[in-house]
């Protein structure tokens, strides 16, 4: 039987940019107590843009955590006062430098609900202009636009092994 955990205590642990931690006390069905480590998390966006000659907008980076440069979908972190929509757009024109005539949510998602209430918001773009990009001072990144047939075949190759790209890519498949 599933049933709701119910917080006895919740003590914050750290408070950083981008996230908080917090490790909650919770009383359990068996009358046991858990310690349960939450990160809070504001939310982010993954942009699956696409070009008229059905090229998918990528960029790559490195993510320090994974000690790796990923291909990704353009993305970023959902701040304070802003809708997922309106980060999108500011997302995609600080990376790319695109503008966009539609944007339509296709999936939205937790990414590690284990641990973590991050939420991702999926959005297809379509309808691109070119533009020139505005990169935070501590990113670094490179642009691309690559066929949709390799980026799937990327995806299957573990060469593209980002989250949101790969459920941003696989969900394409049925929009396109």
Same mark, same amino acid.
């Given at each position: 039987?599933?049933? @709701?955990?119910?917080?006895?205590?919740?003590?914050? &642990?750290?408070?950083?940019?981008?996230?908080?931690?917090?490790? #909650?006390?919770?009383?359990?069905?068996? +009358? /046991?107590?858990? +310690?349960?480590?939450?990160?809070?998390?504001? /939310?982010?966006? /993954?942009?699956?843009?696409?070009?008229?000659? @059905?090229? !998918?907008?990528?960029?790559?980076?490195?993510? +320090?955590?994974?000690?790796?440069?990923?291909?990704?979908?353009?993305?970023?972190?959902?701040? &304070?006062?802003?809708?997922?929509? #309106?980060?999108? $757009?500011?997302?995609?024109?600080?990376?790319?430098?695109?503008?966009?005539?539609?944007? @339509?949510?296709?999936?939205? =998602?937790?990414?590690?609900?284990?641990?973590?209430?991050?939420?991702?918001?999926?959005?297809?773009?379509?309808?691109?202009?070119?533009?020139?990009?505005?990169?935070?001072?501590d990113?670094?990144?490179?642009?691309?636009? &690559? #066929?949709?047939?390799?980026?799937? +075949?990327m995806? =299957?190759e573990?060469?593209?092994? #980002?989250? $949101?790209? !790969?459920?941003? *890519?696989?969900?394409?498949?049925? *929009?396109?």
């Amino acid at each position: 039987m599933i049933t @709701k955990e119910t917080t006895v205590s919740s003590d914050l &642990i750290y408070t950083g940019k981008t996230i908080q931690l917090r490790v #909650d006390t919770v009383e359990v069905p068996n +009358k /046991g107590y858990q +310690k349960r480590e939450i990160i809070e998390h504001k /939310g982010a966006v /993954g942009i699956l843009a696409i070009t008229e000659d @059905k090229k !998918v907008v990528l960029v790559k980076q490195y993510r +320090k955590a994974v000690e790796q440069v990923l291909y990704e979908l353009p993305a970023g972190k959902i701040e &304070i006062g802003e809708t997922p929509l #309106d980060c999108a $757009k500011r997302e995609l024109k600080e990376e790319t430098g695109y503008t966009v005539d539609s944007l @339509k949510l296709i999936h939205k =998602y937790y990414a590690t609900p284990g641990f973590s209430n991050q939420q991702v918001f999926i959005y297809l773009a379509k309808g691109l202009t070119p533009g020139e990009s505005h990169l935070e001072e501590d990113e670094f990144l490179e642009v691309y636009e &690559i #066929d949709l047939a390799e980026a799937y +075949k990327m995806v =299957y190759e573990n060469e593209i092994c #980002d989250s $949101k790209t !790969v459920i941003g *890519l696989l969900l394409s498949k049925e *929009l396109i």
